[in-house]
């Protein structure tokens, strides 16, 4: 009987394919085994409504019953987000630093509460809620989430994943690289790095990123004309206004590639000859002057959610918004041109829709910059819908957290674009290393500090090319002693509590590892052995930059408000430094042994001088021209 089937079955196949051939599947499933050993996404499905307890057999945090896969991608958008798919095992690359540091603050590393309870049968992690569908990259090349049409109404469709490539993971069996790590414990994704091409092949030089910011669709806000009553003292209110008059018109992406180099996704800090250094909190207070403390921006929704959020934002219905003049304006997972958005926010004339509209375009303009060039993320829009609560987040730890995942995008040999608030990452890079920074405006203390600098245009193309060169090879010679430590003052961080917090940072189904203590020379003291950084409970970095994929457990809302548990100890962890560069004796072996430090090979003769100023120079060739 079983044959017999089979032979139906069969030949009812041929006779449906001669009339309808069967559809070709762009790629295939591969399962694959996760370089620590537990099972990957492809070989286990999850099962909602129920969990188990892991015993030493079972080394998986989460129930080995899933069967989850992400489309590889071959596009090159820096939007990847937090996924939805529970991992079954500890973070790749989650192994204790062998030799840290005891009782080195309070950053405590890999120490994950078990399993988050939602009540009876409901589990949760970051990227999945009882509302939240799973998210596929748009039409318009931004991540979005499916439709719950899609999903079966449950909002749990499962996405196909195929991890084809682990190459960027290494292992202690893994080849090392001569130029580091010898341990690669710190960054076992260094596999996919680009730093890792330009040591090995660096005739496969991919050259100077590409650059995604707005300064037209700034200009445009700060030229805006209000239409209602009270919009603009609303939106000043809101503490955000500021933000059209400290976004730079030029960027040195030059600049901006070198230091995109050094930057290690797994550590969320730049790796220099002499330690780690990174972008703080504090750092987004004082240059941005916009709120690091606050509510977590921690709100997902469906697509379905997000278009409708949308409709009703600009007061089109459904149908409204994939017919007539406004189609081209709309995609399919609710985002819109920001030029479209701002028109229609002024024509009514209605207060509360005129503020959030152009609150929208200020932020998909400054601070959550995206590849599209001219779209906005429809997520922005779930933290404007109640105006009551715009001066409830902390925009400025959400930016933070968006800039981190697409610098760690960046960092993947194959990926060609770099977005995110640049302004910031520029300013910040003028105010921590003055051999490159560019002419200072005077301003008043409580000014944004990125307002101050005066950016200047530079050459594109080859030029561009010969100046990340000198970039690099300017790093590769950099000491402690050519860093402003503390660039704000030594107590620049004291009024700014939440810079010592201690866990992921997020914005929407974005969520980072935030660690001060892995910098503890920008808060003007000794640096340490950093203890091992907590880890997302599953990551996928290749080295293409497509399907860069973090998973964190829904715990880490816990962490950011538990302020006092999570905020590192500095006279615990360490002692002021009597040098601003100071650290333990110790630092630099286990930092060189961890890291890749050099960008590019030592040469035997004698190095090049460095130029007082490097803009300086760069302006003066231009003026010789």
């Not at 090319?465 to 690099?472: D, F, K, T, V």
């Not at 003007?524 to 080295?543: E, F, K, W």
Request: hydrophobic share 35%.
């Amino acid at each position: 009987m079983e044959g017999r089937a089979c032979r139906l079955t069969a030949t009812g196949r041929k006779e449906n394919e001669e009339k309808n051939p069967p559809k070709v599947r762009r790629k295939k499933k591969a399962d694959v085994v996760r370089p620590d050993g537990h099972p990957t996404v492809g070989q286990l499905s999850l099962s909602r409504g129920t969990t188990s307890t892991p015993t030493p057999d079972t080394a998986p945090v989460w129930q080995a019953n899933w069967s989850d896969s992400i489309d590889e991608d071959d596009d090159d958008d820096g939007d990847a987000e937090v996924g939805n798919a529970p991992d079954a095992g500890a973070a790749a690359g989650d192994a204790a630093v062998d030799d840290a540091v005891d009782g080195a603050g309070d950053a405590e590393a890999g120490d994950a509460p078990p399993q988050a309870d939602l009540g009876v049968g409901k589990t949760a992690r970051v990227g999945v809620s009882s509302t939240a569908s799973s998210h596929f990259r748009g039409p318009d090349g931004r991540y979005a989430s499916r439709p719950s049409s899609e999903d079966g109404g449950d909002g749990n469709r499962k996405r196909k994943t195929t991890r084809k490539d682990m190459s960027w993971f290494l292992t202690a069996e893994s080849p090392m690289c001569s130029g580091g790590p010898v341990i690669p414990d710190v960054i076992p994704s260094f596999g996919g790095h680009i730093g890792l091409v330009l040591w090995n092949s660096p005739e496969q030089d991919r050259g100077v990123l590409d650059g995604f910011h707005r300064p037209r669709a700034v200009e445009t806000l700060r030229r805006y004309k209000w239409s209602a009553e009270g919009s603009k003292e609303m939106v000043e209110a809101t503490g955000l206004s500021h933000l059209t008059g400290c976004m730079m018109q030029h960027l040195d992406m030059a600049l901006l590639s070198a230091f995109v180099e050094r930057w290690q996704p797994d550590t969320n800090t730049f790796h220099m000859p002499f330690g780690e250094i990174s972008i703080l909190l504090h750092d987004v207070h004082h240059i941005l002057r916009i709120p690091v403390d606050g509510e977590l921006m921690g709100d997902e929704a469906s697509q379905d959610t997000l278009k409708s959020d949308m409709g009703g934002l600009v007061r089109l219905s459904v149908d409204a918004q994939v017919g007539g003049k406004w189609k081209s304006k709309w995609y399919d997972n609710g985002a819109m041109h920001a030029e479209g958005l701002l028109v229609r926010g002024g024509v009514l004339k209605i207060k509360e829709m005129e503020v959030q509209c152009y609150l929208f375009v200020l932020l998909g303009s400054t601070l959550f910059v995206d590849k599209s060039r001219d779209r906005l993320r429809p997520a922005i829009n779930l933290f404007l819908k109640d105006h009551r609560r715009f001066t409830d987040y902390a925009w400025g730890a959400g930016a933070l957290a968006y800039l981190y995942r697409q610098l760690g995008v960046a960092t993947r040999a194959g990926s060609k674009g770099l977005c995110g608030c640049l302004t910031l990452l520029q300013a910040w890079i003028y105010e921590y290393f003055p051999l490159f920074r560019p002419s200072q405006l005077p301003q008043s203390p409580d000014a944004p500090r990125a307002s101050s600098w005066i950016s200047p245009r530079l050459p594109g193309g080859d030029e561009a090319r010969q100046r990340l060169a000198r970039y690099r090879q300017l790093l590769d010679e950099l000491s402690a002693d050519d860093v402003t430590w503390t660039p704000y003052g030594r107590d620049g961080h004291i009024d700014i509590p939440r810079s010592l917090y201690t866990g992921p940072i997020r914005f929407s189904d974005i969520a980072e590892g935030y660690d001060p203590a892995r910098c503890l020379r920008q808060f003007g003291y000794r640096q340490i052995i950093p203890r091992a950084m907590t880890v997302p409970h599953d990551q996928y970095r290749p080295a293409s930059g497509s399907s860069y994929i973090v998973f964190w457990d829904p715990w880490v809302n816990q962490l950011w408000d538990n302020v006092a548990a999570r905020r590192l100890d500095l006279d615990f962890a360490s002692r002021p430094c009597e040098q601003p560069s100071e650290i333990v004796e110790e630092y630099v072996d286990w930092f060189l042994a961890r890291s890749h430090p050099r960008i590019t090979h030592p040469t035997d003769g004698e190095p090049q001088p460095r130029p007082l100023l490097v803009h300086q120079v760069l302006r003066e060739q231009i003026v010789d021209r």
